[in-house]
């Protein structure tokens, strides 16, 4: 088991930067991808980031892409999303997820964190 808890979202307005974290506290850190996801009430979940083991290769989904940065410290078992020029569209509920392969699906992550909000005002 992997235990996650995000941090770092806040209400910000529209054009600004925010970094969201991601600690995880289980054993296997190091032989997991991590993803970042996002979901607003009422709807599926969204993908938005993600980076392999270690942390060569990263994914975005086109409507972050440009804009958003995923990394990874193995050494501190976190995972970071650097979000800039943000949108009001960007509102959500953000969660990291861990998976065994480096994959862009929800259903693949079978671990997740607790979510942190992120406003964006207009």
């Known amino acids: 088991q992997e235990q996650l808890v995000e941090s770092g979202g806040e209400l910000v307005q529209a054009g600004g930067s925010l970094r969201l974290s991601c600690a995880a506290s289980?054993?296997?850190?190091?032989?997991?991808?991590m993803g970042w996801f996002r979901q607003i009430p009422g709807k599926d979940r969204e993908f938005v980031a993600t980076?392999?083991?270690?942390?060569?290769?990263?994914y975005y989904a086109d409507s972050v892409k440009g804009r958003f940065t995923i990394s990874r410290d193995n050494a501190k078992n976190t995972i970071y999303l650097q979000m800039n020029s943000l949108k009001p569209e960007d509102t959500a509920v953000y969660y990291c997820g861990a998976s065994r392969i480096l994959v862009t699906t929800v259903w693949e992550y079978g671990h997740w964190g607790p979510g942190t909000q992120v406003t964006v005002s207009s």
């Open positions: 980076i392999s083991l270690t942390g060569r290769t990263t």
């Open positions: 289980g054993r296997a850190f190091e032989t997991y991808a």
